[in-house]
């Protein structure tokens, strides 16, 4: 079989020429790319990019490359590196199908987006998560399925996939209490791994975490420390492993302050900017009323923002008003918000993912990263 490097041999120029000719690259003049393709036609060569190519080019033997980019334990890592970079060079790709059949793999993960609270919305923070989490995938030669999960029997959907061999494992979110899909997942034995579970007691299933308990402690101890006592809460309704534990996070902290919380203090509304306003507006009109208001989600806190713009009141000046996943929006507003590490828990998320697909489950299964509070003018006096 004729090779790039047979073709560069009998043009007399070097690999990276010849490959750079017939891609018609423009940094090659044209008395060599005509001397490559002159060698081409008689070679009777048509581009096309195999491992004995990278392998010329890395100057190794072909089974390396295949080590390689499979990363394989058998070579050393300055090897490794070469190999990948010749790869990138050439643009070159692991036959990832012949791969993943040797493996009876499908070489796709299974990701499902619910139903919203208003289908208008986007989630911009598990839509970084999923990017983060393609990109890890696909470093590893996996794809990404994307599916809706229906609201009714959303297990069947799992089974169906999985019993096909469509998908090698999935990635869940929005754990419950009692979580049928986790129950379903873990009777059949299907790979998965969940975003979020830290809260979910006695999980015995692999997942990433942040601590939002952590996240709303920080909220109220920055609050506590401008002299805030009066502070309310928007939060999911109740019955949420996420939401009840940051609500928790609030009763603790005013508890340790030695504030007794007044019942009107804490309202419940969906991810919804108008039941957010209606919330705060109901929070604000209390015999006690709060200075300070925290949300367990970002939409919340632009929805009560909503609600002080069409009173008058200013943000850090009348009242102080907190977020929770730092939306870009946050920042451009000015809202004091909870940050969560998302690309990390990304990365986390598909390498407990990978393991538990190809039986070598990570010592560390359960992972929690912590969040940090990225302090606004909403918050400032």
């Known amino acids: 079989m004729t090779t790039l490097k047979d073709v560069a041999d009998l043009a007399n120029v070097p690999m990276l020429s010849a490959f750079h000719a017939l891609k018609n690259g423009d940094s090659i003049d044209d008395e060599t790319r005509q001397r490559v393709l002159k060698s081409a036609e008689t070679l009777k060569y048509k581009l096309r990019i195999t491992q004995i190519d990278v392998a010329d080019l890395a100057g190794v033997a072909k089974g390396t490359v295949s080590y390689a980019l499979n990363d394989s334990d058998l070579i050393t890592e300055a090897t490794r590196l070469k190999v990948r970079e010749a790869a990138a060079i050439l643009g070159y790709r692991l036959n990832t199908i012949a791969r993943n059949l040797r493996k009876n793999q499908a070489g796709a993960i299974g990701y499902s987006w619910h139903v919203a609270d208003d289908p208008s919305l986007m989630n911009n923070l598990l839509d970084r998560f999923i990017y983060r989490v393609t990109m890890s995938a696909e470093e590893e030669g996996f794809h990404l399925l994307t599916f809706i999960q229906p609201q009714e029997n959303a297990e069947k959907v799992y089974d169906d996939l999985i019993s096909t061999n469509r998908v090698d494992g999935f990635i869940l979110s929005d754990i419950s209490y009692n979580d049928p899909r986790v129950a379903r997942l873990t009777k059949i034995g299907a790979p998965f791994v969940a975003f979020g579970g830290m809260y979910v007691e006695n999980a015995q299933f692999a997942y990433a975490d942040v601590d939002g308990k952590k996240g709303v402690e920080l909220v109220m101890n920055h609050l506590l420390t401008m002299g805030h006592e009066r502070i309310g809460m928007l939060n999911w309704y109740p019955g949420w492993p996420v939401g009840d534990a940051r609500e928790a996070g609030y009763r603790e902290a005013m508890h340790k302050a030695g504030i007794q919380i007044h019942p009107d203090w804490i309202g419940y509304t969906p991810n919804i900017l108008r039941s957010a306003a209606a919330a705060t507006e109901q929070l604000m009109s209390t015999k006690h009323t709060p200075t300070a208001i925290i949300c367990t989600n970002d939409v919340m806190a632009f929805g009560a923002k909503t609600y002080f713009d069409q ?31 998302v690309d990390a828990v990304a990365a986390t998320t598909f390498d407990l993912l990978l393991g538990e697909i190809n039986g070598d489950t990570r010592d560390e299964r359960q992972v929690i990263f912590e969040p940090t509070l990225v302090v606004r003018h909403s918050t400032l006096k």
């Open 311 to 341: 009173v008058g009141l200013q943000l850090g000046k009348d009242v102080a008003l907190t977020g929770y996943d730092d939306d870009p929006t946050s920042e451009f507003l000015g809202i004091t918000s909870v940050r969560q590490p």
